[in-house]
């Protein structure tokens, strides 16, 4: 094992660069369109002025960040007045993520993210590295072998030039499965809201020549005579249908965004299986590489939706140690397949593949073998006892206000909310205690939950850190408790075994069961 010093690529300053002058580009947005009345007021044009100090850091950052591969672990060493040296052992990095957008396959470069055990954050990010550095990089620190041709860094598709040896391909997702995805998926929500804020700041209605008067003088005249009577405000069946019609293509909008997302983002996502490790593979712009350590896999959780019951769907994803829901870092998002605290491992799937697709990735987990059991059967007295006093309490309180501001009688209108909640408080817990359900088998402890939303949570006993029984006064009165497992990539983000309203000699008897199998297997991490 050579202890040479490796530097970062000749280019990595171009990239320190756009890495941090990206930061400026919303404000310098905003003071843009914000300014955009007075053409003197331009002082988005200063923002340049930092772009120099940002090129000279970046030109320093390059020069001095390097790295090094000891005997048993890997050295990073930065700084320039505050000087750094990390030592990161090779037994506690569970993966490597390769992130590489168009520009990093253009120069054939790439980023290496390095995720460690414990750690809520990449302990090392290597910005840039060509891709027989990316190869070196995994091979002695993961022992990941990929053959990497150095006179040939990328391939006609912009992938890494790599030939893996001994892979398997568990999972392709088509192009027609990532569009549902983007059905199932809420995520257009948040570029739509990012439009409309961008449309709106943007005052585009204010732009010279444009009469909104005018404009609807004239759309009355070049219309049919029953599209002006649908739009005719005085009439109410015109409002409530003009109203439909606004929603449903707010939502196909949104839809459609989403499915636009999903193709980009996860387009020719692959999971395949190396050498006993698993990779991922993904993305259209930005390409996402990641090594997911079997032995390092915490926890497993299937996800099933409304929409992903109707397309008969489900998605999969993993916690893996040192994973945490505190990393910012945009890049560790996208390593982590767009959840803050997990890793995709199967963003869709038909539901009926998933136990034995399950079974191919980890032999240990059968989702069928599992002879499920039901949380008490006085769960449900105890979900309407406590919304009762909730919904009592906000009742009397509005009833109170709408007493003193408006009068006695109108207060009688507060009755109304615990008549609407009520019911469908029962309507929900009805439904999520029929789904909820836990099952020990000889080697993992799985917790289902859920009733609009459903998931399904697994986790080995080998890999189990604690086990805590707890019961609250109202839990102790009922003679009732619940029993939880943290592993040692917990997140806070996410569904977990946490199963609550159990009697309490079920509860203690899962707890000591739990006990003895992680007090007598060798945790490995």
């Known amino acids: 094992m050579t202890a040479e010093p490796r530097r970062l690529h000749r280019l990595s300053w171009l990239f320190l660069t756009a890495s941090s002058a990206k930061g400026l580009i919303l404000p310098l947005i905003f003071v843009f369109f914000a300014s955009a009345s007075n053409p003197f ?22 020069r001095i960040y390097n790295y090094r591969f000891a005997e048993d672990e890997l050295v990073v060493r930065e700084g320039v007045l505050t000087k750094k040296e990390r030592h990161i052992p090779y037994e506690r990095i569970h993966n490597i993520a390769v992130i590489r957008n168009p520009f990093h396959r253009m120069f054939g470069v790439a980023s290496a993210l ?38 040939d860094d990328v391939d006609t598709d912009g992938a890494p030039a790599t030939v893996s040896r001994e892979q398997t391909t568990l999972l392709e997702v088509p192009t027609a499965e990532l569009a549902k995805l983007g059905l199932i998926s809420n995520r257009g929500a948040i570029i739509f809201a990012a439009l409309a804020a961008f449309l709106t700041q943007a005052q585009l209605w204010q732009a010279d020549g444009f009469d909104p008067e005018d404009w609807a003088s004239r759309f ?3 219309t049919p005579d029953w599209v002006t009577w649908l739009l005719d405000s005085s009439a109410v069946v015109s409002r409530v249908l003009l109203g439909v019609g606004v929603i449903l293509v707010f939502l196909a ?30 993305g259209l712009l930005t390409t996402v590489s990641s090594i997911i350590p079997t032995h390092k896999i915490q926890l497993v959780t299937t996800h099933d939706s409304i929409l992903h019951r109707l397309l008969r769907r489900t998605s999969i994803d993993l916690e893996t140690v040192g ?3 505190q990393g910012s870092d945009f890049e560790k998002q996208l390593a982590q397949g767009g959840f ?18 399950l079974r191919q990735v980890l032999p240990d987990l059968d989702l069928e073998a599992v002879e499920w059991q039901p949380l008490s059967t006085r769960a449900r007295q105890r979900i309407m006892k406590r919304m009762a006093i909730i919904t009592g309490i906000q009742t009397f309180t ?85 029993v939880a497992v943290d592993t040692a990539g917990a997140g806070a983000m996410g569904h977990r075994i946490d199963i609550p309203y159990l009697d309490r000699s079920v509860a203690e008897t899962i707890y000591q069961r739990l006990y003895a199998e992680a007090g007598s297997t060798e945790f490995n991490w």
């Open 220 to 222: 009355k005249v070049q």
């Open 398 to 482: 509005l009833m109170s206000v709408l007493s003193v501001f408006l009068h006695p009688l109108v207060a009688l209108h507060a009755l109304w909310l615990p008549a609407v909640v009520l019911p469908l408080v029962w309507f929900g817990a009805t439904g999520w205690l029929r789904y909820s359900r836990w099952g020990l088998t000889d080697n993992a402890v799985y917790y289902r939950s859920g009733w609009l939303g459903r998931a399904v949570s697994v986790v080995p006993f080998d890999k189990v850190q604690t086990v805590v029984l707890s019961a609250s006064p109202f839990d102790r009165r009922k003679h009732m408790a619940s």
């Open 114 to 151: 390095i995720e460690t055990a414990g750690s809520g954050k990449p302990e090392a990010v290597l910005r840039v590295l060509d891709m027989p550095a990316i190869a070196e990089l995994r091979h002695l620190t993961l022992g990941a072998e990929e053959d990497v041709d150095p006179a």
């Open 41 to 62: 007021a331009r002082f988005e044009l200063l923002g340049a002025v930092f772009l120099i100090p940002t090129l000279i850091s970046a030109l320093i950052r390059q």
């Open 340 to 357: 803050k605290s997990r890793q995709l491992l199967a963003p869709i799937l038909e539901a009926g593949r998933a136990a034995g697709f």
């Open 253 to 282: 909008l949104l839809r459609l965004v989403s499915i636009g997302w999903h193709l980009v983002k996860y387009h020719g996502f692959t999971l395949v299986r190396q050498r006993g490790d698993l990779r991922t593979e993904f």
């Open 323 to 325: 994973a945490s829901e």
